[in-house]
C-alpha cells in the first residue's frame, strides 16, 4: 500500500487520537463506553501512518490521558509502576509490526488475512511485555512466581488481544471496501473516456 497524501495522512492521524482519547480515558469499558483501542490504534498507526513522530506523539498522548484519568477523572492508579515504561516497547511492537507490513497490503483478501495475522502475532507479544512487565517489575505481587503468571495471563491476555483484533478486522474490512469501491469508481471512470 502506498503511503498516504499528507492531508490524509493528517486526517487520520487526528481521527486515531481522537478515538484514542475517547476510549483510552475509560480503559475496560462498561456498557456506554468502548474498550480501549489503544494497541489497535498502534498497529493501525504502523500501518497507515508509518512516520516515527506519530509514534511518538501516540505515545505521549497515552500518558497524558493516563495522567488526565488518574489525576483529574480519580480513576485508579493501580497499573502506573515502574513497569509503566514497559509500554514504549510494547506499542512499539504493534507500530513497527504495521509498518513492516504496510507495503504488503494491498487490496485482496488474502493480503487482508495476512494483515489480520500479523496483527494477531504483534497484539499477543506486546500484551506479554505490558503484562509481564507488570507482573514480573510492577511491585504489585508480593511474591510473584511462573504458575501465577501464566493465570493471570491466561485471565487478561485474551480480552486484551480480542479487543485489538475485533477493531483492526473492523479496519480492515473498511479498508478492503474504500479500496474496492475506489477501483469500481476509477474502472467507471475509465469507462466513460
Not at 8 to 29: D, E, K
Not at 44 to 55: D, K, N
Not at 106 to 124: C, E, H, I, T
Not at 158 to 179: D, E, I, K, Q, S
Request: net charge positive; charged share 10%.
Amino acid at each position: 500500500m502506498p503511503p498516504l497524501s499528507k492531508p490524509a495522512n493528517l486526517g487520520l492521524f487526528a481521527a486515531f487520537a481522537a478515538f484514542m482519547v475517547a476510549t483510552r480515558f475509560h480503559h475496560f469499558g462498561d456498557a456506554l463506553h468502548l474498550p480501549d483501542a489503544s494497541m489497535a490504534i498502534f498497529l493501525l498507526g504502523g500501518l497507515y501512518l508509518r512516520q516515527h513522530w506519530q509514534f511518538a506523539a501516540f505515545i505521549g498522548l497515552a500518558v497524558v490521558v493516563d495522567w488526565a484519568a488518574i489525576e483529574l477523572a480519580g480513576a485508579s492508579d493501580f497499573c502506573v509502576t515502574p513497569a509503566y515504561s514497559f509500554l514504549l516497547p510494547a506499542y512499539a511492537v504493534l507500530w513497527y509490526a504495521g509498518r513492516l507490513y504496510a507495503p504488503r497490503l494491498q487490496v485482496g483478501w488474502l493480503s487482508m488475512l495476512g494483515g489480520f495475522g500479523v496483527a494477531l502475532l504483534a497484539a499477543s507479544l506486546s500484551f506479554l511485555i505490558s503484562n509481564g512487565a507488570f507482573y514480573w517489575l510492577g511491585g504489585r505481587y508480593a511474591d510473584p512466581h511462573f504458575a501465577e503468571y501464566v493465570a493471570r495471563l491466561w485471565q487478561w491476555g485474551p480480552l486484551f488481544v480480542r479487543t485489538t483484533m475485533t477493531y483492526v478486522a473492523v479496519a480492515l474490512v473498511v479498508h478492503a471496501l474504500v479500496a474496492y469501491a475506489s477501483r469500481g469508481r476509477h474502472l467507471a471512470d475509465a469507462g466513460r473516456s
